[in-house]
């Protein structure tokens, strides 16, 4: 049987890998390999990506839609839901129509480039993402600092000399808000040339073993930390913004005169001698770059977080400058673009009376939403690649109210935890016949650095691609009467008419049909249309022929099938910054205001045994574990502990554990290890499989438990509505 090479990005995590796939004459993968000529990852790839064929190969996989657990045609499918949302809305009205956007969304094109006008077509303010069970805390940071939620400094991993990372570790994760294909060589290679990486975690992880330094920290006190670093370079006259035009600098020494290193040492577990020393080597480092992940923003102060390590960027003046924190230029964002200054709570959810942010409400008020009866309550829910019945806090409360909606309607390949609940689930196409470009990552990738993997293996006759599904949706909720293509057609025109009319864009004072006809010369799916103008409109780009050798799709595809290394990240926060004062707030009011919670906290220290999670390099989430290579060998959901909690509770490895909280009770096995402190107990997520109406045969048979079904939705980080994951007080007893 023959065979054929492609190449195309990874798409299941952040690193972005190259990946170069072996097809046989089926169109099935037989080998996956790291693309050694993409000029960021180098031939770098993990067993997720090794096994991408056994993913898109996958027999659970569905195929067509189902409608009511029947298999049916794309029409018929479509028309269900058609009736059903416009039912719904006749009763009930347009709130009453929720939807869930998941974490695979943020890694295709079709989510950032359709979801948006489902959702404007819908109406609706019940819109819930998983970003606010994951970054939404960097968000709301960084639109109050710098004005913009999506302007997010990444570390200048290659050139800094010095990396204080918290909450984060990519030898499992590969890296998140920060693009980094081979972090773990990256890390390396800081201690080669001289420099330092500490870590903060309150378990000693691999990546914590790898680094300069491990700093154990009690689970949710890393803002104490943060103020009290801040604290130390005020008191030692080593806060030096220099040049960056910053606002709010007394405010912000003044709110942190009551944070001495004294101070917080009983809160955290870090002695004053270690804070103080920690803030000294940042100041003194020739570059050096805080970076705080997912442990930071999963916590009651998660916002605090995100804003302090930023704050701490910028007094060590060490915020978009090289070996730094930088701003990455993605290619396809036009920098001539009006943005208005940030601002959260522009309505606020019905029931917990929570503010709006980014657009979103918190998926922790999801279940309220469903379960409050009154006028606006969800009664209808579009999820797209997402697991909430496994992914939120409280996900068991959700689950069931999942099960409680009048109509339910999911974009997912899988039949799992969630869409199991719904009365119409439409399949997207297998990965290599998917498009892909990461229009949500390329900005937050440590070097400059475009790549477009175009499908390897047409659809099906009458298949709809993902983008095709979500455009259908946003046509049908509007209740318009056209083909999905007429939505690109409108967004095309749109961003043209708006691009020709804007001082400073490439294309100023031209003919919006002479650009759309250059589109459309060029061919290509309507997609990749609209991504073909958003490179050429881009800071890259080639302005429509005003920069003859500027990018276009055309030449990405051709010229650079491996990706194009666009260089080193440079300087640009005058090109970033859009707060209204034009200037970095250091010291936003909402943020100095929950400082006060985190004073009034600070003599109250949570006693007892606190939850937090992990994350294990061959798993992700809640959706590759039917994938047999990756599920095979020791089970990895188990609950660490440390081994004098271990022995006080008698405890040994292997016996089951009863995990007791607020929100309820699970069992797992026990893992005593010296690698997590005292006092912390860990348990991955995403497990909890083999439930009835699922059709995930390998999961189910590796099920694992849910870990939330402990953590608490009535917890949250009250700026950005983030859940909480880390410090959730549980109780352990031995389990018969
Ligand atoms: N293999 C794999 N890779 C993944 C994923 C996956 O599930 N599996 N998921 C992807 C997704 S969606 C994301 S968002 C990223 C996340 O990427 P990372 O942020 O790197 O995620 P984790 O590996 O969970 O690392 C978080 C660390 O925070 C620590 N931690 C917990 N509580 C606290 C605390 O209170 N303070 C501090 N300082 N640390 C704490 C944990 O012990 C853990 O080591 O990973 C992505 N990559
Ligand atoms: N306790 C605890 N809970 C957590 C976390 C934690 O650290 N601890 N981490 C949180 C984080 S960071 C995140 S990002 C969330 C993730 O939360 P979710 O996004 O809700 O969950 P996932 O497990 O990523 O589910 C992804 C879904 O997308 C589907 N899918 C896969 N590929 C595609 C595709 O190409 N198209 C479509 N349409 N669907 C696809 C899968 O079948 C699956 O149903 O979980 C959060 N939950
Ligand atoms: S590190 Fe991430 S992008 Fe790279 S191969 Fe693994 S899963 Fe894919
Ligand atoms: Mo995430």
Same mark, same amino acid.
């Given at each position: 049987?023959?065979?054929? %090479?492609?190449?195309?990005?990874?798409?299941?995590?952040?690193?972005?890998?190259?990946?170069?796939?072996?097809?046989?004459?089926?169109?099935?993968?037989?080998?996956?390999?790291?693309?050694?000529?993409?000029p +960021?990852?180098?031939?770098?790839?993990?067993?997720?990506?090794?096994t991408?064929?056994?993913?898109?190969?996958?027999?659970?996989r569905?195929?067509?839609?189902?409608v009511?657990?029947?298999e049916?045609?794309?029409?018929?499918?479509?028309?269900?839901?058609?009736? $059903?949302?416009?039912?719904?809305?006749?009763k009930?009205? #347009?709130?009453?129509v929720?939807?869930?956007?998941?974490?695979?969304?943020?890694?295709?094109?079709?989510?950032p480039?359709?979801?948006?006008?489902?959702?404007?077509a819908?109406?609706?303010?019940?819109?819930?993402?998983?970003?606010?069970?994951?970054?939404?805390?960097?968000?709301?940071?960084?639109?109050?600092m710098?004005?913009?939620?999506?302007?997010?400094?990444?570390?200048?991993?290659?050139?800094?000399?010095?990396?204080?990372?918290?909450?984060?570790?990519?030898?499992?994760?590969?890296?998140?808000?920060?693009?980094?294909?081979?972090?773990?060589?990256?890390?390396?290679?800081?201690?080669a040339?001289?420099?330092k990486?500490? @870590? &903060?975690?309150?378990?000693?992880?691999?990546?914590?073993?790898?680094?300069?330094?491990?700093?154990?920290?009690?689970?949710?006190?890393?803002?104490?930390?943060?103020?009290?670093?801040?604290?130390?370079?005020f008191?030692?006259?080593?806060?030096?913004?220099?040049?960056?035009? &910053?606002?709010?600098?007394?405010?912000?020494?003044?709110?942190?005169?009551?944070?001495?290193?004294?101070?917080?040492?009983?809160?955290?577990?870090?002695?004053?001698?270690?804070?103080?020393?920690?803030?000294?080597?940042?100041?003194?480092?020739?570059?050096?770059?805080?970076?705080?992940?997912?442990? %930071?923003c999963?916590?009651?102060f998660?916002t605090?977080?995100?804003?302090?390590?930023?704050?701490?960027?910028?007094?060590?003046?060490n915020?978009?400058?090289?070996g730094?924190?930088?701003?990455?230029?993605?290619?396809?964002?036009?920098?001539?673009? #009006?943005?208005? !200054?940030?601002?959260?709570?522009?309505?606020?959810?019905?029931?917990?009376?929570?503010?709006? @942010?980014?657009?979103?409400?918190?998926?922790?008020?999801?279940?309220?939403?469903?379960?409050?009866?009154?006028?606006g309550q @969800?009664?209808?829910?579009?999820?797209?690649?997402?697991?909430?019945?496994?992914?939120?806090?409280?996900?068991?409360?959700?689950?069931?109210?999942?099960?409680?909606?009048?109509?339910?309607?999911?974009?997912?390949?899988?039949?799992?935890?969630?869409?199991?609940?719904?009365?119409?689930?439409?399949?997207?196409?297998?990965?290599?016949?998917?498009?892909?470009?990461d229009?949500s990552?390329?900005?937050?990738?440590?070097?400059?650095?475009?790549?477009y993997?175009?499908?390897?293996v047409?659809?099906?006759?009458?298949?709809?691609?993902?983008?095709?599904?979500?455009?259908?949706?946003?046509?049908?909720?509007?209740?318009?009467?056209?083909?999905?293509d007429?939505?690109?057609?409108?967004?095309?025109?749109?961003?043209?008419?708006?691009?020709v009319?804007?001082?400073?864009?490439?294309?100023?004072?031209?003919?919006?049909?002479?650009?759309? #006809?250059?589109?459309?010369?060029?061919?290509?799916?309507?997609t990749?249309?609209?991504?073909?103008?958003?490179?050429? =409109?881009?800071?890259?780009?080639?302005g429509?022929?005003?920069?003859?050798?500027?990018?276009?799709?055309?030449?990405?595809?051709?010229?650079?099938?491996?990706?194009?290394?666009?260089?080193?990240?440079? !300087?640009?926060?005058?090109?970033?910054?859009?707060?209204?004062?034009?200037?970095?707030? +250091?010291?936003?009011p909402?943020?100095?205001?929950?400082?006060? $919670?985190?004073?009034?906290?600070?003599?109250?220290?949570?006693?007892?045994?606190? =939850?937090?999670?992990?994350?294990?390099l061959?798993?992700?989430?809640?959706?590759?574990?039917?994938?047999?290579?990756?599920?095979?060998?020791?089970?990895?959901?188990?609950?660490?502990?440390?081994?004098?909690?271990?022995?006080?509770?008698?405890?040994?490895?292997?016996?089951?554990?009863?995990?007791?909280?607020?929100?309820?009770t699970l069992?797992? &096995?026990?893992?005593?290890?010296?690698?997590?402190?005292?006092?912390?107990?860990?348990?991955?997520?995403?497990?909890?499989?083999?439930?009835?109406?699922? $059709?995930?045969?390998?999961?189910?048979?590796?099920a694992?438990?849910?870990?939330?079904?402990?953590?608490?939705?009535?917890?949250?980080?009250?700026?950005?509505?983030?859940? @909480?994951?880390?410090?959730?007080?549980?109780?352990?007893?031995?389990?018969?």
């Open positions: 049987m023959g065979s054929r %090479t492609a190449f195309r990005t990874c798409p299941l995590c952040e690193a972005l890998c190259g990946l170069e796939l072996t097809l046989d004459d089926s169109g099935a993968v037989t080998r996956v390999r790291g693309d050694r000529e993409d +960021l990852s180098k031939g770098f790839i993990c067993p997720k990506g090794a991408l064929g056994r993913l898109d190969g996958d027999p659970d569905l195929r067509v839609p189902l009511d657990g029947a049916a045609g794309w029409d018929e499918a479509f028309a269900v839901v058609r009736r $059903r949302i416009a039912e719904v809305v006749g009930y009205g #347009k709130d009453a929720a939807v869930y956007i998941g974490n695979p969304t943020a890694h295709s094109v079709a989510g480039l359709y979801a948006g006008a489902l959702i404007k819908l109406g609706t303010r019940n819109v819930y993402t998983a970003s606010t069970a994951d970054q939404m805390p960097k968000h709301v940071s960084c639109g109050y710098f004005g913009d939620p999506l302007a997010i400094p990444v570390p200048d991993l290659d050139r800094t000399s010095h990396l204080l990372m918290l909450g984060a570790n990519p030898l499992e994760s590969n890296g998140s808000l920060c693009s980094a294909p081979d972090f773990p060589g990256r890390l390396k290679a800081i201690a040339r001289g420099g990486v500490t @870590v &903060v975690d309150p378990r000693r992880t691999r990546t914590a073993e790898l680094a300069s330094e491990h700093v154990f920290i009690r689970p949710g006190t890393d803002a104490y930390l943060l103020m009290a670093l801040v604290h130390t370079l008191a030692e006259d080593l806060a030096v913004p220099g040049e960056r035009p &910053v606002n709010g600098l007394d405010d912000l020494r003044a709110l942190v005169v009551d944070f001495s290193p004294e101070r917080v040492a009983g809160v955290t577990g870090i002695d004053a001698g270690t804070i103080r020393r920690m803030a000294r080597e940042l100041a003194a480092a020739e570059t050096a770059a805080v970076y705080g992940r997912i442990g %930071t999963t916590q009651a998660g605090l977080n995100s804003w302090l390590v930023d704050v701490l960027n910028v007094l060590t003046g915020l978009d400058r090289e730094g924190a930088m701003f990455p230029r993605p290619a396809h964002a036009p920098v001539y673009r #009006k943005r208005r !200054p940030f601002t959260t709570g522009r309505w606020r959810s019905r029931v917990r009376d929570l503010p709006e @942010v980014n657009g979103e409400l918190p998926v922790a008020t999801l279940a309220d939403e469903i379960e409050t009866p009154g006028e @969800v009664r209808a829910l579009v999820t797209i690649g997402g697991n909430p019945a496994l992914s939120a806090p409280g996900s068991e409360r959700l689950d069931r109210a999942l099960a409680g909606l009048e109509f339910m309607v999911s974009v997912d390949p899988y039949l799992n935890e969630t869409t199991r609940h719904a009365h119409v689930v439409l399949p997207p196409p297998r990965p290599v016949q998917t498009p892909h470009y229009v990552l390329l900005g937050l990738a440590v070097r400059d650095y475009v790549r993997s175009a499908p390897i047409p659809l099906e006759d009458g298949r709809p691609s993902e983008a095709a599904i979500l455009a259908r949706l946003a046509v049908l909720a509007s209740g318009m009467d056209a083909e999905p007429a939505l690109d057609e409108m967004i095309i025109t749109s961003t043209l008419g708006k691009a009319a804007m001082t400073g864009s490439p294309v100023a004072g031209r003919e919006p049909d002479e650009l759309r #006809k250059m589109l459309a010369d060029d061919g290509g799916t309507p990749e249309q609209r991504l073909d103008m958003m490179l050429r =409109l881009g800071p890259y780009g080639d429509f022929g005003a920069d003859p050798a500027g990018l276009t799709l055309a030449r990405l595809r051709t010229e650079h099938p491996h990706g194009l290394d666009l260089g080193a990240l440079r !300087p640009r926060l005058d090109e970033v910054l859009c707060t209204a004062s034009g200037r970095v707030e +250091l010291c936003p909402s943020f100095a205001a929950d400082a006060d $919670r985190l004073r009034a906290a600070l003599d109250e220290p949570a006693d007892g045994m606190l =939850l937090i999670g992990r994350r294990h061959r798993s992700n989430n809640s959706w590759l574990h039917n994938v047999p290579e990756l599920v095979r060998g020791s089970n990895t959901c188990t609950l660490q502990l440390n081994p004098a909690d271990a022995e006080r509770l008698g405890l040994a490895a292997g016996d089951l554990v009863r995990v007791t909280s607020r929100t309820g069992e797992a &096995v026990a893992e005593p290890t010296d690698t997590v402190m005292a006092g912390v107990v860990s348990l991955p997520h995403g497990w909890g499989h083999g439930r009835a109406g699922t $059709r995930t045969r390998v999961a189910a048979e590796n694992g438990v849910n870990v939330n079904a402990v953590t608490d939705e009535n917890e949250i980080d009250p700026l950005s509505g983030n859940a @909480v994951f880390n410090g959730v007080p549980v109780t352990l007893e031995p389990a018969s």
